[in-house]
């Protein structure tokens, strides 16, 4: 018998609660029997949303024991449904899914709620594998419905999952004080959100309300744990470099929207394209018309004169962003984050800027930051049995009443060149991680203009068609600045490097592309350590421009011997999208600041 987190803490069920059956109309499936783990029954079908949209639910319960529970949602990528979580085993997949599935939580006491996203798959989206389509569904167009993605909008996805835990807890199977909300990627985002949601509920026209089961009883979300999740949407998908924890020397967190930044490309289009073979859109609701902010985007730039960039902008920022949402001093959520630190899509400069907002106005917050997450990472299988163990410690804590005396910064290093380990470093606060800045600085004159095409580097570190650590023979792409820096002794990375630079810049709209590289000599090989992107606005065209900014964080075992390779090039695609409008930089002066520890 697994120990079950049902009976920690207060409230436990009442001995003699009601026997478990399936609510909601859902249909019991065969029992399963997990090695090691309690049977449970999935019970599963359609239930209306709170506008009548269909959501494809599966909820998993014990086959012995008694309610209410301890409820826990488990919520999918994008492109993803309602399986993803699902598991047969306690392992899992022994990577992320590893001891955090609905075989697991069964096993630890809760009742799981795993259900597919409005407008994906059989929640009215496409389901290529039964041919199912949402156009031939009369159940996906009902008067009143809006049953297509509305890209984790807080007044509908959010509402969803707020709506489905209510009818829970008025059949009597959730506990209404007993509420985790955890999930990976597209999930992990609507994880924050419902953190950061005050147990409020947003309607479609944008008032709130306390969150409530339809019947009126009062609803608590317990913890949350989010998984290599975004934090500023609009900085994910068009990123214009002010992002900054503000540490070792860094400027201030800027604006993430003034100037409006570079898309990046090829992820915008890979997830676009997958969102067509799995999802509904919509060309005419105003607040969630992707095909048309999609196709604003790729027109490029001036993408101030462009309406529609504007009205996505803003729709990004106000209903889809945890790191833009009000903080309360009241209702302040738990959440133990994980994010990957080799993760382009969402890198984990996002996590820190976020745990820094709310560590601030008192919120509790754990950040584990290791190679995992979207590609480039590796997750591996280690790291991710460790992260989850010690997210299941954590939750125990917490559903027990304990304040959990872990470290609230954990980071892993990252193993891609020949001699790395894996190293666990904690701190209180993530500056502490390093006990110094090493700095490098070159004044030698270095030229790159948007005319440049891109090369076999430029090729080689696009996230979409590349995975694992990016390492190549060494090189340097035609018409990229580059610099070569030679560190005495060896040390860890433990930050975010930063980059400042003195150039002359003529055009008056222009991207940098930066890319850090590990270079062993003796290999002859180069290894990618860390990249950013940074969009600059000019009113003249002809000026001098002096920008620092933060390339993204990891941890990276530099050894003895090896050397630093730092390039900036106007063109980086297929990551980033070109700028339309060309321009020219001559780099007259640079420095590099990497946080590390000895």
């Known amino acids: 018998m697994v120990l079950s987190l049902a009976l920690l803490g207060p409230g436990a069920p009442a001995a003699g609660a009601a026997t478990l059956t399936c609510p909601l109309g859902l249909v019991a499936g065969a029992t399963q029997s997990p090695p090691g783990g309690e049977q449970f029954v999935i019970c599963s079908g359609r239930v209306p949303s709170f506008d009548g949209t269909p959501l494809d639910v599966d909820l998993s319960l014990p086959s012995n024991g008694s309610v209410p529970l301890p409820l826990m949602v488990m919520l999918h990528g994008w492109g993803g449904d309602k399986t993803d979580w699902e598991s047969s085993t306690l392992e899992g997949s022994g990577a992320d899914t590893y001891h955090w599935n609905n075989a697991w939580f069964v096993s630890q006491g809760f009742a799981v709620l795993n259900y597919t996203a409005r407008g994906f798959h059989r929640s009215c989206g496409i389901d290529q594998s039964t041919n199912y389509s949402y156009a031939t569904d009369p159940a996906c167009s009902q008067s009143g419905e809006a049953s297509w993605t509305h890209l984790a909008d807080r007044r509908w996805e959010i509402h969803d999952t707020q709506y489905l835990v209510g009818l829970l807890v008025d059949a009597g199977v959730a506990s209404p004080q007993r509420i985790v909300a955890t999930g990976g990627s597209y999930g992990g985002g609507q994880s924050w959100m419902l953190a950061l949601s005050q147990n409020k509920v947003m309607n479609p026209g944008g008032s709130t309300t306390r969150w409530t089961s339809p019947n009126g009883v009062r609803i608590k979300l317990a913890a949350a744990i989010p998984k290599y999740p975004w934090a500023d949407l609009v900085q994910a998908l068009v990123d214009n470099g002010r992002g900054s924890d503000g540490y070792h020397g860094a400027p201030a967190d800027g604006s993430h ?19 067509q073979t799995t999802a509904q859109y919509s060309s005419t609701d105003p607040t969630a018309d992707l095909p048309a902010w999609f196709a604003a985007l790729s027109a490029g730039e001036p993408y101030e004169a462009n309406p529609t960039v504007q009205t996505a902008i803003q729709q990004l920022e106000q209903f889809r962003s945890p790191l833009t949402m009000p903080l309360s001093k009241q209702n302040r959520v738990p959440v133990f984050a994980i994010q990957g630190l080799t993760d382009p899509l969402f890198p984990a400069i996002q996590a820190v800027e976020l745990a820094k907002r709310l560590t601030a106005a008192g919120y509790q917050v754990w950040t584990t930051l290791a190679d995992i997450g979207h590609s480039y990472a590796d997750n591996p299988s280690d790291v991710w049995q460790t992260a989850n163990d010690r997210a299941n410690s954590w939750l125990q804590n917490i559903l027990s009443g304990i304040t959990p005396t872990d470290p609230r910064f954990t980071i892993a290093t990252t193993r891609c060149v020949p001699g790395q380990s894996l190293v666990y470093y904690t701190a209180t606060k993530f ?16 030229s790159t203009n948007s005319a440049t095409s891109p090369g076999p580097e430029a090729a080689g570190v696009d996230p979409i ?52 590289w590990d270079v062993d000599p003796v290999a002859g090989t180069q290894t990618l350590m860390s990249r950013a992107v940074y ?22 075992q530099l050894q003895a011997g090896h050397r630093l390779k730092l390039e900036l090039t106007q063109v980086d695609a297929p990551t980033w999208r070109p700028d339309s409008l060309s321009s020219s930089f001559t780099v007259s002066k640079v420095s590099l600041s990497l946080p590390v520890r000895s």
Do not use: H
Request: glycine fraction near 6%; include cysteine.
């Open 431 to 446: 500056p502490s991680l390093a006990s110094k800045v090493l700095s490098f600085s070159s004044a030698a004159p270095q």
């Open 465 to 516: 068609t590349n995975a694992g650590c990016r390492t190549m023979a060494v090189q340097t792409d035609p018409g990229v600045a580059s610099w070569t820096f030679s560190p005495s002794a060896a040390s860890v990375l433990t930050g975010s490097p930063i980059v400042s630079l003195t150039a002359a810049m003529t055009g008056t709209n222009a991207e940098l592309a930066v890319r850090l």
């Open 535 to 556: 969009r600059i606005l000019s009113t003249t065209p002809a000026s001098t421009q002096k920008p620092t900014f933060e390339l993204w964080p990891n941890a990276w």
């Open 257 to 275: 929207t003034d100037p409006i930044g570079v898309e990046k490309e090829s992820y915008d289009d890979g997830l676009y394209a997958l969102g």
